[in-house]
């Protein structure tokens, strides 16, 4: 039972590269979230997938694309890197209920130049 | 819209001393409280959370936090604070509607001396 998995742990891009960040969990969660952490500014809600086949826009999502390949997978496109972008990603899942906790991932370091 | 106030940035205390970290929430309803804590360069990890019954709630490694409605907050304590408590920690606040939508604070970075 690994929990939340994310690939890569650490990148380093140019600007105007893009990347896929992968995230997958094994507790059969209906919900996923894509986190950035940046200091002073907590976690922001970059998007979320309530379901298997459903997303929607978080708190940032400019810049960003997702896709919910199956109930495990959720990824994280940037298709033109910019600095802005610099920041430490989390990916998290949980039941639908405001109650339960939200089960994290160990984070990707991406850094854009 | 649901918010979380963490008013100090940066906390130091000698080990063994006695923990408060301070939050503050706005939110209209009943609203479901968590505590979660991240270790240096490690994915947050939930701590204790409330969303009814005893207001004083506990979770894991000695911490314990009050919820007080009149104050709007959701302290987070520990008596006798260890070197291994040294993280940041986030409080947060959450709902129901479809999904689990959670507001984080900004967090609390943790120092504690010998």
């Known amino acids: 039972n690994a929990g939340v998995t994310q690939t890569p742990k650490f990148q380093v891009l140019k600007t105007g590269q893009s990347m896929t960040l992968q995230c997958a969990q094994d507790?059969?969660?209906?919900?996923m979230y894509w986190y950035r952490q940046d200091p002073g500014m907590g976690l922001r809600l970059i998007y979320y997938?309530?379901?298997?086949?459903?997303?929607d826009k978080g708190e940032v999502p400019n810049g960003y694309n997702v896709s919910r390949l199956n109930k495990r997978e959720f990824s994280l496109r940037l298709e033109s890197a910019a600095p802005s972008q610099t920041s430490v990603y989390f990916c998290?899942?949980?039941?639908?209920?405001?109650?339960?906790?939200?089960?994290f991932g160990p984070g990707t370091r991406l850094t854009v130049l | 819209a649901q918010s979380v106030t963490q008013p100090d940035i940066h906390i130091t205390v000698s080990e063994g001393a006695s923990l408060e970290l301070r939050c503050n929430y706005s939110?209209?309803?009943?609203?479901?409280l968590f505590w979660y804590v991240q270790s240096p360069g490690q994915g947050l990890q939930l701590l204790l959370k409330?969303?009814?019954?005893?207001?004083l709630v506990q979770g894991i490694k000695g911490f314990e936090a009050e919820f007080k409605r009149s104050q709007s907050s959701f302290n987070l304590r520990k008596p006798s604070v260890h070197w291994s408590d040294a993280a940041e920690y986030f409080c947060?606040?959450?709902?129901?509607?479809?999904?689990?939508?959670?507001?984080f604070g900004t967090g609390t970075k943790l120092q504690v001396i010998p």
């Open positions: 998290a899942s949980s039941t639908n209920r405001g109650t339960d906790t939200q089960y």
């Open positions: 507790m059969n969660h209906n919900s």
């Open positions: 997938s309530a379901s298997e086949g459903t997303t």
């Open positions: 939110y209209g309803a009943t609203p479901y």
């Open positions: 409330y969303f009814s019954g005893d207001t």
């Open positions: 947060a606040v959450g709902r129901d509607g479809g999904y689990q939508k959670v507001t």
